[in-house]
């Protein structure tokens, strides 16, 4: 839990701190909870919370009898107050929330990336859908905090662009940031997709905060997201979280692999290719036809659910892989908790989940030999979406200790 503190130069931290504590109690909290749980003093913690009624963003809500002398007013997030707009662009598909400022989903659209060369043509069409969401929640542009979008890496935060997306085709330095700005107005925040997505499950867990997990992500990519004392890694660039590069050992890797890479083995792309050498699937789609790709892949997991022995192999080796990477990854951070997510995993989870669990859990390659909690996102497939748009609600609302520090 954030502590604060009595200075008075920091009020604006004190400030976050207080209502970070408050949005995340549905049922609000008296102010003289708020200074026991973050040690400020009474005085600190009225000011701060008189700021946060001004601004619209706390209520009070009615009074609570405790005991013996005046009863407490409790504070609770006004959630309507201000809201958030996430986009995931994923080369498959493009992923639209609108939130509020608790994290609840206002409005939501989903549509398969268009199939052009140009990025200016799919940007043009954010923007609109964007403009479209907006209009049809029917709320005011003046209570929007900003847009946060995820996007596959490498991408360079600093400048807000899309560096060189491998399943993207001609994204090669996109300013995808600054032009989003530009056609809405709006302040806009450049993320890698599995750092928002491990940002969704920080920031919409509620009082029961889980600050230590890696998030393991699998949509037309894979990804590990890791989050340390209730923060994300992000690492020097922005660009953490490449789990596709993990290299798995030799046993059982399937013929004319392109490599022995977690990323080559695992997602739903080589899956579909695998099934095709086997002639477990009929049609190869085209290499760069990730709609047809997709769309194979669901066809994989249904023979696989329907009991075909060649899908089944293909889904039980790729569970392998996927327990031998984490494996690694378990070894080399011992995490105690995996949250598995993205657009992909709803298809793996349903037959292979607890045998990736089994897996982990059994192998003779653990170093560490603590049980390690295995659970899906609380947020469901749209998680990168819903992250992209809570990275706006957090650089608004959250305290941050650099915050703190003396600039010139």
């Not at 598995?340 to 989940?353: K, T």
Request: charged share 20%.
């Amino acid at each position: 839990m954030r502590r604060g503190t009595n200075l008075p130069a920091i009020g604006g931290f004190n400030q976050s701190v207080v209502l970070d504590l408050i949005r995340r109690a549905p049922t609000g909290l008296s102010r003289v909870e708020i200074a026991e749980r973050t040690g400020l003093a009474p005085q600190t913690v009225s000011n701060a919370s008189r700021r946060l009624i001004e601004d619209g963003l706390v209520v009070e809500a009615g009074k609570q009898i405790t005991g013996p002398g005046k009863p407490r007013v409790i504070l609770q997030l006004d959630p309507l107050s201000r809201y958030a707009i996430g986009v995931h662009l994923d080369p498959t598909i493009i992923t639209y929330v609108l939130l509020d400022l608790r994290g609840n989903i206002i409005a939501h659209e989903r549509a398969r990336t268009p199939k052009v060369t140009t990025p200016t043509s799919v940007l043009e069409v954010i923007t609109a859908t964007i403009d479209a969401l907006i209009d049809s929640a029917g709320i005011s542009r003046e209570k929007l905090l900003g847009i946060g979008i995820a996007a596959p890496g490498p991408i360079d935060t600093v400048r807000g662009v899309i560096v060189d997306p491998p399943l993207l085709e001609a994204w090669r330095d996109v300013p995808l940031r600054d032009y989003i700005s530009e056609a809405t107005g709006l302040p806009v925040i450049l993320e890698k997709d599995v750092i928002s997505a491990a940002v969704a499950e920080l920031w919409t867990a509620g009082d029961e905060i889980r600050e230590d997990f890696a998030f393991f992500y699998i949509g037309t990519g894979i990804g590990v997201g890791l989050a340390l004392d209730g923060d994300v890694l992000r690492g020097f660039t922005g660009n953490a979280g490449e789990g596709g590069t993990l290299v798995i050992p030799s046993a059982g890797l399937p013929e004319h692999r392109r490599s022995d890479m977690l990323g080559h083995l695992a997602t739903p792309q080589f899956l579909v290719e695998q099934a095709v050498d086997a002639g477990v699937l009929k049609t190869a789609p085209e290499e760069h036809d990730l709609s047809a790709i997709d769309d194979g892949f669901s066809e994989l997991v249904a023979l696989a659910e329907a009991g075909d022995a060649g899908a089944i192999a293909i889904m039980e080796r790729a569970a392998g892989f996927i327990a031998s990477g984490l494996v690694s990854i378990v070894n080399l951070l011992d995490v105690g908790e995996i949250v598995f997510g993205g657009p992909a995993w709803s298809r793996f989870a349903r037959r292979y989940r607890d045998r990736i669990a089994d897996l982990l859990s059994d192998s003779p390659d653990r170093r560490t030999h603590h049980r390690i909690s295995i659970r899906d996102s609380s947020v469901g497939e749209d998680v990168a979406a819903v992250g992209a748009a809570c990275l706006v609600l957090d650089a608004a609302m959250s305290p941050r200790p650099a915050t703190l520090l003396i600039s010139n």
